[in-house]
């Protein structure tokens, strides 16, 4: 009873004051939430408006098609075809690692395997495909259509991947393609390339990679917060990239590519007349089409080992004394620096000592009076010792580098060497050693420290043949649209004129002409019945040895001491259109292992432009 | 039972139509919200919000007929019940997003934790009705009242629901301190709860670190735990001042507000009917909240002004703390908003406890017999 009468004695005066103060203090809430959504929704509305704006609508890649490469009769070289993954949507799946295992169990009653391991990120949409094997062939495209009940999710998808139609015949000049690289993404310069984008990783593919790359397009999509696709608000469509053609002929690169039967070597048929290359073939070769869709890392690692070097282009990179292909540029030296004149006779009795050292002809018994004609057509090695003794290292050095030796030459494929032309001065910054006139009598004959690429030696060869005007090696065309517009034009680049007289010029094309033609000619294997071919055979040493040896035990020496065998010619005669450089590593003799296969070229070259010139003729007519 | 006939001409007609209209209101924007929520089963949510109010409403006539002396009279007994619900839910419940928190029963889903908050403030009541005193209660006075209040505080956070033990535990200091403490606890309070505060940062779970860290910082992390408040201001925001109209929301029809339904409901109503929507919401919150404290104030005796000032508090805070956050000025907690959010326990609860209101406003002019 005492507790109810409380009750009822209730005052509630006691609280009056306290609820004036809550009422206030409610109200100052209120005006607070009040006041925040004021802020948020008139005074940030049309900003945050924005925000949601771009919330719902994504930009969603639309990857174009790498442009086409063409050879010089515009045959396609390098095109585009389908290739097959097959990836896993979860959301369909619902047990991903169930459909994995039945898929693999699939493969495994039909001796087939998955080659990946799949790797699963924790953050990971649902339905987002994971990739489960890339291109993958037909009978697993089999498998796996076959049998899309048992599989739930798994799908096939289409993915456009580069088709290198001549493989590893070509595969030095075109290059290939690779997902670009981290240190590539850092080193783009305009920072429009993107994580995932394919780009050129050698060759043609790397040099003109921003014109065949193409333009990606776009879809505007609205997208939920699971960032599914709702609906295209709009769509660019993406550009493919342009095509490229080359100066390749098809046709021609494949005579090289089976004409040169050795192991290791290259061959580079270029036109004299605009520095052209029609044909760059190296052996041995790899396939392009393995990097298309990442290459196995056994695959690469053998390629890597192979001592052969498989991924070098030997025409551009690869750097080989010349041996006595060298000899024109002593010759040359020697006629402008008037030490000689063509009449002039030096006696070669086989050796020629200078100093303490005795030097060797090739020929153990000597070749008598020579003169230059002489000199050149038998490679008289006495006879260019001498000149080489008189003219100097830094004079020669001097013509060389007029003749684009010691530095590159400019070609459009990436990866070229610069070979090496040496001075006195290089000696001592060098080797901290003074240089030594037996080593000038060794470079007059191509031996020694002087290095060239196969290309470097065809141009200059080209640009004796032309009348002394040094190109720079081009392999690219021109570049047009997908229907044929043309983007660019690639126009023959005169880079410089050889500091030689039309007169000395003639005389020593002249000499080239005899080396094959003549009786005694080094270059025999190219004499043919229009006797319009004029060349140069080189052997180039290795290492030094015996010369007595060297002769009759070639068979017996390993395989890696070996000489080097080269052949450089040109044709026809009067007005040469093709020139030809062959280099069989370890070879042996440039006569009889370079030089029969230039021979072949040459023959292929102008069999090929008989028969071309026919269908020409037959098609006007029609 | 002798039916007064005052009882009817003192009815609160406008305490109900406020609960009404801001129901309907609620109900209105649950279906705008659920009719892009395909992936829900069965009935749409709308609907089966509709069904809970319609208990809801049962529950509020009953909460009002009874009266508020007898159920304050049975205080601890209605206490007694809800705490072992509440325990009962580690044997029975079912974790939903890595809590238990959820009752089920007649294949009707119940959140015990909603009804402590209501049967809390009755026999936070009755012991204060029974043990008044006028100088402030003192440390060993509270010793019950903070029983009665720490005891399923600390079952709901194990749960782990640390919004709704926060919930509580303010709700509590709320009416103890309405009630009066005296200076001296006051000051007691004050510290041990600065020292507790970091003392309790190493009981928190990730997440919830995760969210108060968001909270100082929103754009910390925009894709994980800021994602929430983020979205939550750019739907607000993006509402302007008239707001992008009904169903067109785009935050909210795209699902790039999270948990729409329960505790983000106001930013799909702020995005849709805009600022003057979203304001004249909040005065007729305002209005209900100065009802209720009316009605508090004009209670002949002190259990009614405690019960009715405890639903009015329980209101202002759930409103408060709801629409802070979701205006990103509180952090992250687990707070529905009061009527509009979807949930059955909390609509029922909210619903009765307005019908308790109901029940102190008609008696107000009744003594005791």
Redesign the interface.
């Known amino acids: 009873m005492e507790k109810k009468s409380k009750l009822i004695t209730y005052d509630p005066g006691e609280f009056r004051r306290r609820f004036n103060v809550l009422i206030w203090l409610m109200i100052c809430a209120f005006a607070f939430l009040g006041t925040k959504m004021w802020y948020l929704q008139a005074i940030q509305g049309e900003k945050l408006s924005q925000r949601s704006m771009n919330n719902r609508i994504r930009l969603q890649e639309i990857k174009p098609l790498r442009g086409l490469i063409l050879d010089t009769n515009g045959r396609i070289l390098v095109d585009n075809q389908p290739s097959f993954d097959i990836s896993i949507v979860p959301e369909t799946a619902k047990d991903v690692k169930g459909v994995i295992k039945r898929l693999e169990h699939l493969y495994i009653e039909r001796d087939m395997k998955l080659t990946n391991t799949v790797t699963f990120e924790k953050k990971r949409k649902p339905f987002v495909p994971i990739k489960l094997e890339r291109n993958i062939g037909r009978d697993k495209v089999a498998v796996v259509e076959t049998n899309t009940l048992d599989l739930p999710g798994v799908i096939v998808d289409i993915v456009p991947v580069r088709k290198y139609i001549y493989g590893e015949i070509m595969a030095h000049v075109l290059g290939y393609v690779g997902e670009i690289s981290t240190l590539e993404l850092e080193r783009d310069p305009n920072g429009d390339r993107k994580r995932g984008d394919v780009v050129g990783k050698l060759g043609i593919e790397k040099s003109i990679n921003r014109y065949l790359m193409g333009k990606s397009g776009g879809e505007q999509i609205e997208v939920n917060v699971s960032g599914r696709k709702l609906d295209v608000l709009g769509k660019v469509e993406s550009v493919p990239g342009y095509n490229i053609m080359l100066t390749i002929d098809a046709d021609l690169q494949k005579i090289c590519w089976d004409a040169f039967q050795e192991k290791a070597g290259s061959v580079i048929v270029m036109d004299p007349r605009d520095g052209s290359i029609l044909a760059m073939v190296n052996k041995p070769s790899f396939d392009p089409n393995l990097f298309n869709r990442g290459i196995s890392d056994g695959e690469w690692s053998k390629l890597l080992s192979n001592p052969l070097c498989p991924m070098q282009n030997k025409a551009t990179s690869g750097q080989y004394p010349p041996g006595s292909t060298f000899k024109l540029i002593v010759a040359a030296a020697a006629l402008e620096e008037g030490l000689i004149t063509p009449d002039t006779l030096i006696y070669c009795d086989g050796t020629f000592t200078k100093g303490d050292r005795t030097f060797r002809c090739w020929k153990k018994h000597g070749h008598g009076g020579v003169d230059l004609y002489r000199a050149i057509v038998e490679s008289c090695d006495v006879y260019f010792y001498n000149l080489g003794a008189q003219i100097g290292v830094d004079t020669l050095a001097e013509y060389a580098k007029r003749f684009g030796f010691g530095s590159k030459t400019g070609i459009d494929i990436p990866g070229e060497k610069e070979g090496l032309m040496p001075t006195k001065k290089w000696k001592l910054n060098r080797f901290k050693e003074p240089w030594q006139v037996g080593e000038t009598i060794s470079l007059s004959i191509g031996q020694g420290f002087v290095m060239l690429t196969p290309l470097q030696l065809i141009r200059a060869y080209c640009a004796l043949a032309n009348g002394g005007v040094l190109y720079r090696p081009r392999l690219l065309k021109k570049v047009t649209t997908e229907k044929g517009q043309i983007v660019r034009m690639f126009h023959p680049e005169k880079l410089s004129l050889l500091p030689i007289s039309k007169k000395n010029l003639e005389i020593l094309t002249h000499a080239l002409w005899g080396a094959v033609n003549e009786d005694h000619g080094t270059g025999g294997a190219l004499r043919r019945n229009e006797s319009d071919v004029s060349g140069k055979t080189g052997t180039a040493q290795v290492i030094e040895m015996a010369q007595d040896e060297e002769d009759e035990n070639t068979k017996n020496v390993p395989y890696k001491y070996r000489d080097h065998a080269l052949f450089v010619c040109f044709a026809p005669h009067d007005n040469p259109e093709v020139a030809v450089v062959v280099i069989v590593e370890h070879g042996g003799h440039g006569g009889s292992a370079a030089a029969p296969i230039a021979r072949k070229i040459i023959d292929g070259y102008f069999d090929l432009k008989g028969t071309r010139n026919i269908l020409h003729v037959a098609e006007k007519r029609r | 039972m002798k039916i007064d006939r005052r009882l009817f001409v003192n009815f609160d007609w406008i305490l109900l139509v406020l609960v009404l209209v801001i129901s309907c209101i609620g109900l209105l924007n649950l279906y705008s919200i659920s009719c892009t929520l395909t992936h829900i089963s069965g009935k749409p949510l709308y609907i089966k919000q509709f069904y809970w109010m319609l208990i809801g409403l049962a529950m509020m006539l009953a909460a009002a007929s009874i009266d508020y002396?007898f159920i304050v009279r049975y205080g601890y007994v209605i206490y007694c019940i809800s705490l072992l619900l509440l325990v009962s839910v580690f044997i029975q419940g079912t974790a939903t997003h890595g809590s238990q928190r959820w009752l089920f029963f007649w294949g009707l889903s119940f959140q015990p934790s909603e009804l402590m908050k209501l049967t809390a403030i009755i026999a936070l009541t009755k012991y204060i009705?029974?043990n008044?005193i006028n100088e402030g209660y003192h440390i060993k006075s509270l010793a019950i009242p903070l029983a009665i209040a720490g005891v399923p505080c600390l079952i709901i956070a194990i749960q782990p629901d640390l919004g709704t033990a926060l919930f509580l535990a303010i709700l509590f200091f709320s009416v103890i301190l309405?009630v009066g403490v005296n200076r001296k606890t006051l000051v007691m309070f004050a510290t041990s709860g600065i020292v507790l505060a970091p003392l309790c940062w190493f009981f928190l779970k990730d997440y919830q670190r995760e969210r108060i860290l968001t909270f100082l910082n929103p754009e910390r992390d925009p894709l994980g735990s800021g994602y929430h408040i983020i979205?939550s201001?750019?739907?607000?925001?993006?509402?302007?001042?008239f707001g992008k109209g009904f169903l067109k929301g785009?935050?909210s029809q795209?699902?790039?507000?999270?948990e729409q339904q329960t505790d983000f409901v106001f930013s799909v109503f702020?995005?849709e009917w805009?600022?003057l929507g979203?304001?004249i919401l909040?005065?007729m919150?305002?209005a209900l909240?100065?009802w209720g404290?009316k009605i508090?104030?004009?209670?002949?005796?002190?259990?009614g002004?405690l019960i009715a000032f405890g639903i009015t508090v329980f209101i202002?805070w759930g409103v408060?703390i709801n629409?802070?956050m979701i205006?990103?000025?509180l952090p992250v907690v687990g707070i529905p908003l009061p009527f509009l959010s979807y949930g059955g326990s909390s609509m029922v609860v909210l619903m009765t406890g307005v019908g308790l209101l109901m029940n102190v406003s008609m008696r107000r002019f009744m003594?005791?017999p």
């Open positions: 002396h009705t029974e008044k309405f979205q201001i750019i739907a607000v925001g993006s509402g302007g001042i785009t935050q795209l699902k790039f507000l999270p702020a995005e805009g600022f979203a304001i909040m005065f919150f305002l909240i100065l404290l508090a104030r004009n209670s002949k005796d002190l259990a002004t202002f408060f629409v802070g205006l990103g000025t003594l005791q």
